[in-house]
Each structure stands twice: as structure tokens, then as C-alpha cells.
């Protein structure tokens, strides 16, 4: 089993835009690389929002590709600029549900299980009873390598928290004396700004794909 962490932050949230992206808006899947760009630096569904230059990107997707093979580039018919997709499901035969946990966790860390059953939604609608948790069991390890571990109870919370460690971020939950966190259920509010967050992103996404398709429509003229 690899104990190590085999991804850099920035290659953590490269790996969990593609894999979010699949899922949540398939019909602008593989991605561009500026559409895969605007995705790494989202800033709803993101903790930590991060903003990243074309070329960080670029880097973190050779690294995916060539020396992890956790992702490929795509040649489309009829495309004019090469776009990338993930290898996650092929290689460690994850399924949807799966995946959208990893990707939760990858993009936001550290997440409850009620957290995650109110987030996964957006990337899988139809869920059913306990397939959060199957995932979480599964992705502990898959294949010989560890993906998601279970973090101690912290001070003051009543739930446990779950975080993805192939970039080892969040493997380890401070606590805290200043303040003590309890755990609630999500209210109908925060259920609503969550699906506005979701769909902020995906038309931040939608926008790269017009702008892209708008350059390419120029350059046909040039």
C-alpha cells in the first residue's frame, strides 16, 4: 500500500477539476486547457480557492500524464485545441459515485458524511442509501493505493471527517481552543447557496468553452 503522498496540491486540484468536470457538465468533457484552468481557479466549490497561471497547470498535467498516467490528452474530431480527461475510472475501476467523492474531497477537504451527501448530488443526481459511505470504504484503499482516510474526532464535533491523501492535505485535523465546532444539519439555505455555488461553476466553465470556440472562430478567418 503507498503511504506517501503522490500529488502535489496543485496536481490534486488539476486531478479533482477533471473528474468534477466529467460529472457535472459532461457535455463540455474532456476539457480545454483554458477550460481546465478557469476550473483550478473557481472559486465556488473550492477550499482553498487558489489561483494558478496556465503554465502551473500545464506542469501539473504533464505530471498527471506522464509520470502517473492519471490522465491523457485528446484528440476530437472536428476540435482545434487538444483537450484532457482523466483515467480514474479505467485504471482504478471507480464508479460515479466514487469518483465524486474523491473529487469532493480533493477540491474542499476535509468533509463529513453529511456534508458529502449533500454535495455529491450535484455531480451525481440520482444517490442512494449509503452509497456515500460505501465509497468512502472503498477509496480507503483501491488497488494498493490509499486515497481516503478516516481523521480522529476533533474537540467539540460529533461527526467524523473524512480526507483524500494522495496529496496528503488534510490528513491531519488540527484542533483548535479558541473555538469549539459543532457539527449541524444542513439547513434548506445552505442546501440553496450550495446549488448557486455549483452553478456559478459550471457557467465559469461554460464561459471558457465560448471564449475558446470564439478564438478558434477569429483564427479561421486570419
Same mark, same amino acid.
Given at each position: 500500500?503507498?503511504?506517501?503522498?503522490?500529488?502535489?496540491?496543485?496536481?490534486?486540484?488539476?486531478?479533482?477539476?477533471?473528474?468534477?468536470?466529467?460529472?457535472?457538465?459532461?457535455?463540455?468533457?474532456?476539457?480545454?486547457?483554458?477550460?481546465?484552468?478557469?476550473?483550478?481557479?473557481?472559486?465556488?466549490?473550492?477550499?482553498?480557492?487558489?489561483?494558478?497561471?496556465?503554465? +502551473? &497547470? $500545464?506542469?501539473?498535467?504533464?505530471?498527471? =500524464? !506522464? %509520470?502517473?498516467?492519471? #490522465?491523457?490528452?485528446?484528440?476530437? *474530431? /472536428?476540435?482545434?485545441?487538444?483537450?484532457?480527461?482523466?483515467?480514474?475510472?479505467?485504471?482504478?475501476?471507480?464508479?460515479?459515485?466514487?469518483?465524486?467523492?474523491?473529487?469532493?474531497?480533493?477540491?474542499?477537504?476535509?468533509?463529513?458524511?453529511?456534508?458529502?451527501?449533500?454535495?455529491?448530488?450535484?455531480?451525481?443526481?440520482?444517490?442512494?442509501?449509503?452509497?456515500?459511505?460505501?465509497?468512502?470504504?472503498?477509496?480507503?484503499?483501491?488497488?494498493?493505493?490509499?486515497? +481516503? &482516510? $478516516?481523521?480522529?474526532?476533533?474537540?467539540? =464535533? !460529533? %461527526?467524523?471527517?473524512? #480526507?483524500?491523501?494522495?496529496?496528503? *492535505? /488534510?490528513?491531519?485535523?488540527?484542533?483548535?481552543?479558541?473555538?469549539?465546532?459543532?457539527?449541524?444539519?444542513?439547513?434548506?439555505?445552505?442546501?440553496?447557496?450550495?446549488?448557486?455555488?455549483?452553478?456559478?461553476?459550471?457557467?465559469?466553465?461554460?464561459?471558457?468553452?465560448?471564449?475558446?470556440?470564439?478564438?478558434?472562430?477569429?483564427?479561421?478567418?486570419?
Amino acid at each position: 500500500m503507498e503511504n506517501e503522498p503522490v500529488l502535489s496540491a496543485i496536481e490534486a486540484r488539476t486531478l479533482g477539476c477533471l473528474m468534477e468536470k466529467e460529472l457535472a457538465t459532461p457535455e463540455h468533457y474532456p476539457l480545454s486547457l483554458s477550460s481546465l484552468v478557469a476550473a483550478c481557479c473557481q472559486k465556488s466549490n473550492r477550499a482553498p480557492v487558489m489561483e494558478l497561471e496556465t503554465s +502551473v &497547470v $500545464e506542469k501539473a498535467l504533464g505530471i498527471l =500524464r !506522464r %509520470e502517473k498516467k492519471w #490522465a491523457t490528452l485528446v484528440h476530437e *474530431a /472536428g476540435a482545434r485545441v487538444p483537450k484532457f480527461r482523466h483515467e480514474m475510472a479505467e485504471l482504478f475501476e471507480l464508479t460515479p459515485v466514487e469518483r465524486a467523492v474523491l473529487a469532493e474531497l480533493l477540491l474542499r477537504g476535509p468533509q463529513t458524511v453529511a456534508e458529502l451527501r449533500n454535495r455529491v448530488p450535484r455531480m451525481v443526481a440520482t444517490l442512494g442509501e449509503g452509497q456515500v459511505e460505501q465509497a468512502l470504504v472503498v477509496l480507503k484503499e483501491v488497488r494498493g493505493v490509499r486515497m +481516503v &482516510v $478516516e481523521l480522529p474526532k476533533a474537540p467539540g =464535533r !460529533r %461527526e467524523l471527517r473524512f #480526507a483524500e491523501v494522495l496529496c496528503g *492535505a /488534510g490528513t491531519e485535523e488540527p484542533s483548535s481552543k479558541k473555538a469549539v465546532v459543532v457539527d449541524a444539519p444542513v439547513s434548506s439555505e445552505e442546501k440553496r447557496i450550495e446549488a448557486l455555488e455549483s452553478r456559478v461553476g459550471e457557467l465559469e466553465s461554460e464561459l471558457a468553452s465560448v471564449r475558446e470556440a470564439f478564438e478558434a472562430f477569429k483564427a479561421s478567418f486570419e
